[in-house]
């Protein structure tokens, strides 16, 4: 089976332009959830996708919001950029049958850069 | 919410030698505890994992131990190879979500 795949690797921006990330999942998969990834805060969980519904959200601000499709790809968008949002968005799927405790595999995650 | 803790930050061992990560967590309803190597430019790629009903789990040099009493579970890596240097994560979850520790830093000296 293909793994999860992400798009762009790479991606810059300016401070408040906004940016839309997206995510395949592993096929099969119903579940998808984000994370940001930085040397100061390690792996934070922004939010879970399951069936198309936000199942779980993490601490993040408005600013940061997602979606997910009836094929289970989904996309994460966050607005009005600011250098704080430099990091690795990583994507992660899961069959999530029971519910988000079953095996997550990662994708390769969207490099972010803000200037 | 859940914590979770993970020791050392940085661990540096001779190749053949055994390499141990330790986590603890703090909240009793966290039941899964998945580990994951991340290697530079990468996404972390799940190398073991360990549920609340098991004490302990091997695959090859690679084992997970889990004190549900204590609240903390360990990575055992064996026969040490220099391409085991990567970071490594561990995980809880308590079902909503899932709470990574800090990683560790593993460098494998030839």
């Known amino acids: 089976k293909a793994g999860v795949t992400q798009t762009p690797r790479y991606l810059i921006k300016t401070r408040g332009q906004q940016v839309t990330l997206s995510c395949s999942p592993i096929?099969?998969?119903?579940?998808v959830s984000w994370y940001q990834q930085t040397p100061g805060q390690g792996l934070q969980f922004l939010f879970e996708?399951?069936?198309?519904?936000?199942?779980n959200k993490g601490n993040f601000p408005g600013r940061f919001s997602g979606r997910q499709f009836s094929n289970s790809r989904s996309e994460m968008n966050v607005s009005t950029l600011e250098l704080g949002d430099s990091a690795l968005y990583l994507c992660?799927?899961?069959?999530?049958?029971?519910?988000?405790?079953?095996?997550?595999?990662f994708g390769p995650g969207t490099r972010l850069l803000v200037l | 919410g859940e914590n979770v803790e993970q020791h050392p930050s940085t661990l540096s061992v001779q190749e053949g030698d055994s390499a141990v990560i330790k986590c603890t967590y703090s909240?009793?309803?966290?039941?899964?505890f998945p580990w994951y190597k991340q290697e530079l430019g990468k996404g972390p790629q799940l190398i073991i994992d360990?549920?609340?009903?098991?004490g302990e789990k091997k695959d090859q040099r690679i084992a997970v131990t889990l004190n549900k009493t204590a609240k903390h579970f360990s990575l055992h890596i064996t026969e040490t190879q220099p391409e085991d240097s990567a970071v490594y994560f561990c995980?809880?979850?308590?079902?909503?979500?899932?709470?990574f520790g800090t990683g560790t830093s593993l460098t494998v000296i030839p």
């Open positions: 995980a809880a979850s308590p079902g909503n979500q899932f709470y």
């Open positions: 996708y399951f069936s198309e519904t936000q199942r």
């Open positions: 909240d009793s309803a966290s039941n899964y």
């Open positions: 360990i549920r609340s009903n098991v």
């Open positions: 096929s099969g998969h119903r579940s």
């Open positions: 992660a799927s899961s069959l999530a049958v029971a519910g988000p405790r079953e095996t997550q595999y």
